[in-house]
């Protein structure tokens, strides 16, 4: 399904595409974002240029990555005004956001902010992506799926509480700032849809000493939702080692803050060397 807009451009479903039409809406994001002449501005997904043309206004370095061509033309055109606004024609899933990161005379860098009303079918791969990217990162400002922006909000004993949680919460100080109907976008989405704030830290609050180790145990357990954390570790450990550890292994993984799990791959390492 197809619907045209004022610009005629046929929404596409494969990208994604639910373009924001309510003023109200772009204005709130617009000030959530609240841009700087001068900051390392980048927008995922400019669409039509519903939210970019306010970014560009407060900050004309903008740069944006698009993957649909045909709304190359129509961004360029509108936007030609602005001779230091750049786009990217690209899939921001495998785009290079350190290309984007440039050194100033003092050779620091500056922090790339990050702004989407993305498509909700990548935004989980696509946060999985920038975070890789997340010491070159000052905030991401996104338009997500309600369900998703809950789970990345959730604490533990929540019923949104899982994997998206913990890891996204280990790098990012995570803010749930306000909801949008489906009637705000054309075609309005089948969703209810949120805006999330991301704050990467700069020094973690909890540090896991192999993050690859901690990755795998969040998954492990949640794998089995609904067990204790004694049924399930059991393939790692052996029940006498397992009842040294200072950790209550009654637990289910929901119960389990994200300095619990820091805490828990942590001992397991130590104990397993
Ligand atoms: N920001 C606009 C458009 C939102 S729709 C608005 O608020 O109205 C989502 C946009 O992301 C579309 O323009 C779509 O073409 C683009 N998009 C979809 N997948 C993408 C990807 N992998 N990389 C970059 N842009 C993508």
């Known amino acids: ?20 039409t309510d003023q109200g809406i772009i204005n709130r994001i617009v000030c959530s974002v609240n841009a700087k002449v001068t900051d390392r501005l980048i927008e995922i997904g400019p669409g039509q240029g519903a939210i970019t043309q306010y970014l560009v206004e407060a900050c004309p370095q ?13 961004l360029l055109a509108q936007f030609a005004k602005y001779p ?36 909700y079918n990548i935004s989980t791969p696509l946060i999985f992506h920038l975070l890789t990217y997340r010491d070159r990162i000052a905030d991401m400002h996104f338009m997500l799926q309600k369900e998703v922006v809950k789970r990345l909000t959730a604490m533990p004993g929540e019923k949104n509480y899982g994997r998206l949680s913990i890891m996204v919460q280990y790098y990012c100080e995570v803010e749930h700032l306000f909801e949008v109907p489906p009637e705000c976008f054309v075609p309005p989405p089948k969703v209810d849809s949120a805006v999330v704030r991301l704050q990467p830290y700069h020094v973690l609050p909890y540090i896991a000493n192999d993050v690859k180790h901690f990755s795998h145990l969040v998954n492990l357990t949640f794998q089995q939702r609904r067990k204790t954390l004694r049924n399930t570790l059991k393939q790692l450990i052996d029940i006498d080692t397992m009842a040294m550890l200072p950790i209550d292994m009654g637990l289910r993984p929901e119960n389990l803050s994200v300095a619990d799990y820091v805490n828990l791959s942590n001992l397991l390492i130590e104990v397993t060397l």
Do not use: Y
Request: charged share 20%.
């Open 1 to 20: 399904m197809c619907k045209l807009s004022p610009f005629n451009h046929k929404a596409r479903k494969r990208f994604g595409q639910n373009f924001l």
């Open 62 to 74: 903008l740069q944006v990555i698009e993957l649909d061509k045909d709304l190359i033309p129509i």
């Open 84 to 119: 230091d606004f750049t786009l990217h024609q690209h899939d921001a899933l495998t785009f290079d956001f350190s290309s984007l990161t440039t050194s100033d005379t003092n050779h620091s860098t500056q922090a790339l902010r990050i702004v989407g009303n993305l498509p």
